[in-house]
């Protein structure tokens, strides 16, 4: 009896959250259709390609004299690079509300598309404003130091063959293989796998599991979303829960080892150690599938582009560079004022959060000429800003580049003839944006 009568509450509790999610989805949708152009960055179809909808967002933003946009779903928006640059660096902002303030706002904001837009993750940098960020990030700070990433470059080197093998093997037998599958998402949680220093590594599982927490980002869609979600944070946590504990005793070189050692020292509360382990580990490889896979997506599509890597596979870096400007694998991210304050002229109370355009600021006409065009060669005019800024400047940049240019670079010198080999499937997302498969032959 007791476990029918949890059956049906738990039915009942679907039945609500679906009813509320579909609501939510529904009046988002209609703010879309009617032109609210943030609205329009939660919804299909404009989330398929949102950059039409950044530049209108810029170009309103300027007409407005350069401060942000209000919409209807409650979330205000910055999509200059000028004005998202000055948010991500001013201390007066943060990646949390200061006070009681709800994040991007409450409920309005909620209404978009089912949940949160930016759904609060187990991820401690991201959704810590200093000391504590500062205590944390430096903890994990030593994983990426250059005597740590050479040994990383070494992995990714070795790792990036044998993966390359194997899909060129199936290239052959098959006409085809999935670059995102067969190299774009195992070379990277090889790679964060040795950083942690995580044994036998289900590359399938982990992909399964990072592509369940970075859609949180976008908020809960569906009661089985939700209940998708819970199971990957679940075995995720198991998994690093007794890694931890192992470490306590049998401590090595590797990051899980350092936390585990803060840990015993209160450097790190037992919570702590565990949420940045999972974040090393899911944002170490979800990103940077994104980044190889839109590269190669963009080399292909552009004429002449893939050609040019080829004929100099020393371009891989600046293959990595141009790929985080002109299609970031993180759009977007929010920050919140901590204190009445003026942007551009333009007031917002304190607790009142922005959404910072990233990707749009990386094509700002102002800033990078000609900037819907893919360009090897470009000389970058000021840095993109696809790591974010400030004191939030993402941790793992370093590792991010280093495995993108050896991907690219080891694709150009042994699969030249590389080329599209069917039709590319897209993320749906808001937040995270990159290819889930791309057919390719070589």
């Given at each position: 009896?007791?476990?029918?009568?949890?059956?049906?509450?738990?039915?009942?509790?679907?039945?609500?959250?679906?009813?509320?999610?579909?609501?939510?989805?529904?009046?988002?949708?209609?703010?879309?259709?009617?032109?609210?152009?943030?609205?329009?960055?939660?919804?299909?179809?404009?989330?398929?390609?949102?950059?039409?909808?950044?530049?209108?967002?810029?170009?309103?933003?300027?007409?407005?004299?350069?401060?942000?946009?209000?919409?209807?779903?409650?979330?205000?928006?910055?999509?200059?690079?000028?004005?998202?640059?000055?948010?991500?660096?001013?201390?007066r902002f943060g990646v949390q509300p200061a006070g009681d303030g709800s994040r991007l706002g409450g409920k309005a904001a909620e209404t978009a598309d089912?949940?949160?837009?930016?759904?609060?993750?187990?991820?401690?940098?991201?959704?810590?404003?200093?000391?504590?960020?500062?205590?944390?990030?430096?903890?994990?700070?030593?994983?990426?130091?250059?005597?740590?990433?050479?040994?990383?470059?070494?992995?990714?080197?070795?790792?990036?063959?044998?993966?390359?093998?194997?899909?060129?093997?199936?290239?052959?037998?098959?006409?085809?293989?999935?670059?995102?599958?067969?190299?774009?998402?195992?070379?990277?949680?090889a790679v964060i796998s040795a950083l942690l220093d995580v044994p036998e590594v289900d590359s399938e599982r982990f992909a399964r599991w990072g592509r369940?927490?970075?859609?949180?980002?976008?908020?809960?869609?569906?009661?089985?979303?939700?209940?998708?979600?819970?199971?990957?944070?679940?075995?995720?946590?198991?998994?690093?829960?007794?890694?931890?504990?192992?470490?306590?005793?049998?401590?090595?070189?590797?990051?899980?080892?350092?936390?585990?050692?803060?840990?015993?020292?209160?450097?790190?509360?037992?919570?702590?150690?565990?949420?940045?382990?999972?974040?090393?580990?899911?944002?170490?490889?979800?990103?940077?599938?994104?980044?190889?896979?839109?590269?190669?997506?963009?080399?292909?599509?552009?004429?002449?582009?893939?050609?040019?890597?080829?004929?100099?596979?020393?371009?891989?870096?600046?293959?990595?560079?141009?790929?985080?400007?002109?299609?970031?694998?993180?759009?977007?991210?929010?920050?919140?004022?901590?204190?009445?304050?003026?942007?551009?002229?333009?007031?917002?109370?304190?607790?009142?959060?922005?959404?910072?355009?990233?990707?749009?600021?990386?094509?700002?006409p102002a800033v990078h000429p000609d900037p819907d065009r893919f360009d090897l060669h470009r000389e970058q005019a000021a840095r993109h800003l696809a790591?974010?800024?400030?004191?939030?400047?993402?941790?793992?940049?370093?590792?991010?580049?280093?495995?993108?240019?050896?991907?690219?670079?080891?694709?150009?010198?042994?699969?030249?003839?590389?080329?599209?080999?069917?039709?590319?499937?897209?993320?749906?997302?808001?937040?995270?944006?990159?290819?889930?498969?791309?057919?390719?032959?070589?």
């Amino acid at each position: 009896m007791s476990v029918l009568h949890d059956r049906l509450g738990r039915l009942a509790a679907d039945v609500v959250l679906g009813t509320r999610i579909g609501a939510m989805r529904a009046g988002g949708l209609a703010l879309a259709v009617r032109g609210d152009r943030v609205a329009r960055l939660l919804h299909r179809p404009w989330r398929l390609d949102p950059y039409p909808v950044y530049s209108e967002l810029r170009a309103a933003q300027t007409r407005a004299g350069g401060g942000p946009v209000r919409s209807r779903v409650g979330i205000t928006a910055l999509a200059t690079r000028a004005s998202c640059e000055a948010v991500l660096r001013d201390r007066r902002f943060g990646v949390q509300p200061a006070g009681d303030g709800s994040r991007l706002g409450g409920k309005a904001a909620e209404t978009a598309d089912g949940g949160s837009l930016l759904e609060p993750l187990d991820l401690p940098l991201l959704i810590t404003d200093p000391p504590d960020h500062t205590r944390l990030r430096r903890l994990a700070q030593p994983a990426f130091a250059p005597r740590r990433l050479a040994h990383y470059r070494t992995v990714a080197e070795r790792v990036t063959d044998g993966l390359l093998d194997a899909a060129l093997a199936r290239s052959r037998q098959e006409g085809r293989f999935d670059l995102v599958r067969d190299l774009a998402s195992p070379l990277p949680i090889a790679v964060i796998s040795a950083l942690l220093d995580v044994p036998e590594v289900d590359s399938e599982r982990f992909a399964r599991w990072g592509r369940a927490l970075g859609s949180a980002l976008d908020g809960v869609r569906s009661p089985a979303h939700a209940r998708e979600l819970a199971a990957a944070r679940t075995a995720l946590r198991s998994l690093l829960t007794g890694l931890l504990e192992q470490r306590r005793t049998e401590p090595g070189e590797d990051v899980l080892s350092a936390l585990a050692t803060a840990v015993d020292g209160d450097g790190a509360t037992a919570d702590e150690a565990l949420a940045l382990a999972q974040l090393l580990l899911v944002a170490g490889f979800e990103t940077t599938t994104n980044l190889i896979g839109s590269a190669v997506q963009a080399m292909q599509r552009t004429p002449g582009q893939w050609a040019a890597l080829i004929e100099d596979p020393g371009l891989a870096a600046a293959a990595v560079e141009e790929t985080l400007r002109f299609d970031p694998p993180v759009q977007l991210t929010a920050r919140f004022a901590h204190e009445d304050l003026e942007v551009d002229g333009a007031r917002l109370r304190r607790d009142s959060g922005v959404l910072v355009l990233l990707a749009a600021a990386n094509r700002d006409p102002a800033v990078h000429p000609d900037p819907d065009r893919f360009d090897l060669h470009r000389e970058q005019a000021a840095r993109h800003l696809a790591f974010s800024g400030g004191v939030h400047y993402c941790l793992g940049a370093p590792l991010a580049r280093l495995e993108g240019e050896v991907a690219l670079r080891v694709l150009a010198e042994r699969a030249p003839r590389l080329r599209l080999a069917g039709r590319p499937v897209p993320r749906i997302a808001t937040v995270l944006r990159g290819p889930l498969s791309l057919p390719v032959t070589a």
